[in-house]
């Protein structure tokens, strides 16, 4: 089971870049590392998922060094409507790759 | 991306009553779904894997006889709450996840539950 730590929350302002790392000691060999957003009462939207090196997508970036240790999430320039809990997730459980969630980052997005 | 979807989005009821969500996903197929409560402030906790076909598999300390899991299409689950009381008032979100390995978990929008 892959336990994963986060900052609790950070702070931004509109425009800048907003990087959120993750760190999973005990990441298994065969797990992949999962963002996901959350806004207030709603499901959990994914972002982005990797394995290793550097991924890229329309709304995020994700970086995995080579031990796969931790992760980092980086958001281009910001707006207020990215204001939202950040999970990383690194799990899969036998065969039925159960995710379970962490603490999770609030970010704060300021005008 | 995929399409889970959970009704009704929000319910009230009596204390003592049993209601039940439905989790479908509607594009694909998922042998697996998973329940999730979620506290306000907190993050989401993970009840139970419901499986097509074959009973439900609960995570520690969750009562299976009150939260009753159904899984009785690839494409539906169904979560009952029975006897509610206050203390089960809470957010509950379903994911579900395409057939094979590693692929994203797709949520629900969730059910806001509130017993009275």
């Known amino acids: 089971l892959a336990k994963t730590t986060q900052p609790i929350s950070m702070d931004s302002y509109e425009g800048q870049e907003v990087n959120i790392t993750c760190s999973h000691n005990?990441?298994?060999?065969?797990?992949?590392i999962t963002w996901y957003q959350q806004f207030p009462s709603q499901g959990p939207r994914f972002i982005i998922q990797g394995y290793k090196t550097k991924v890229t997508n329309e709304v995020a970036s994700l970086f995995i060094p080579a031990d796969r240790k931790s992760s980092t999430l980086s958001l281009p320039r910001v707006s207020l409507s990215d204001t939202a809990v950040y999970y990383c997730?690194?799990?899969?459980?036998?065969?039925?790759?159960?995710?379970?969630f962490g603490s999770g980052t609030k970010l704060n997005v300021k005008p | 991306g995929a399409v889970v979807s959970q009704h009704p989005s929000r319910v009230i009821c009596k204390s003592g009553t049993s209601v039940k969500i439905e989790c479908r996903s509607l594009d694909f197929q998922a042998t697996t779904m998973f329940w999730y409560r979620q506290f306000p402030k907190q993050s989401l906790m993970l009840m139970a894997t419901s499986n097509e076909g074959s009973k439900a598999t609960y995570e520690q300390g969750v009562e299976k006889d009150k939260f009753l899991i159904n899984h009785a299409s690839l494409t539906l689950s169904t979560l009952t709450v029975t006897s509610a009381h206050p203390e089960d008032s809470s957010f509950y979100i379903c994911?579900?996840?395409?057939?094979?390995?590693?692929?994203?978990?797709?949520f629900g929008q969730g059910t806001r539950l509130t017993v009275v």
């Open positions: 005990n990441i298994a060999t065969n797990d992949y």
């Open positions: 997730l690194g799990g899969s459980e036998g065969n039925f790759n159960k995710f379970y």
């Open positions: 994911s579900a996840r395409r057939r094979g390995e590693n692929t994203e978990a797709f």
